[in-house]
């Protein structure tokens, strides 16, 4: 059992963390197309359904990491069903857009890879240790949550765009570490859960991106 521990936790090979890497991109791609679906069959939805169908999400991706250590074909599997269960979540708000402003769903879509491709390589790239700013922007987030929840119940002026660029800001520093976290991570079956990670910043990206194109819109 500690031999196997040791060569697990071993530095992957350049060849390695360059395997990871594809198997990971090709996860939150695949990822991506599971979610495109489930957006496609919850377009009619109501928005409490979308909340249910988010519940289901986050519990399958508390398994999901609980299955990755036992198995990652196991874990493949439900990955893609996290996928499918945040597209049903999602689907009210990105059919109201569509039916309203379909140009600026496909504005955000765009934007958002490019944001992902920015700040993932940099993260990917950079020597510099971005732990500490990552806890950082985690307490931020949490701030920014709140923040999202007194603007249900009272009125600040600009608020959502002022929402919407803090959690872009935020999610720039949380894609960056993810990314560095996968070119430093020991273990090669870390893949589902490192798509998982870059599949949430990717889509929050995506929808702080809707907001704030849309209101600009509007």
């Not at 992957?12 to 360059?18: I, K, R, V």
């Not at 986050?58 to 036992?70: D, E």
């Not at 874990?75 to 109201?96: C, E, K, N, Q």
């Not at 765009?161 to 991570?185: M, N, P, S």
């Amino acid at each position: 059992m500690e031999a196997n521990v040791a060569a697990i936790q071993q530095p992957l090979t350049h060849d390695e963390s360059g395997t990871l890497l594809g198997q990971t991109m090709g996860l939150v791609a695949a990822t991506a197309g599971f979610f495109a679906l489930g957006a496609f069959l919850g377009r009619d939805m109501s928005y409490m359904w979308g909340w249910i169908f988010f519940i289901a999400a986050f519990v399958l991706l508390i398994g999901m990491n609980a299955a990755a250590k036992r198995s990652e074909s196991l874990a493949v599997t439900m990955l893609f069903g996290f996928g499918v269960l945040l597209g049903l979540a999602t689907a009210p708000t990105i059919s109201y857009y569509a039916s309203t402003n379909p140009q600026v769903v496909w504005q955000a879509g765009g934007a958002t890879a490019l944001f992902i491709g920015g700040f993932g390589a940099y993260g990917y790239a950079t020597r510099r240790d971005l732990s500490g700013l990552a806890r950082a922007f985690f307490w931020a987030l949490i701030g920014l949550i709140l923040f999202g929840v007194v603007l249900i119940f009272v009125q600040i002026p600009n608020g959502e765009e002022v929402y919407a660029i803090l959690g872009l800001v935020i999610f720039a520093g949380l894609t960056a570490y993810d990314f560095q976290r996968l070119r430093r991570t020991q273990d090669i079956r870390s893949a589902p859960l490192l798509a998982a990670s870059i599949f949430l910043d990717a889509l929050n990206v995506f929808l702080l991106l809707l907001s704030l194109f849309g209101n600009r819109e509007n």
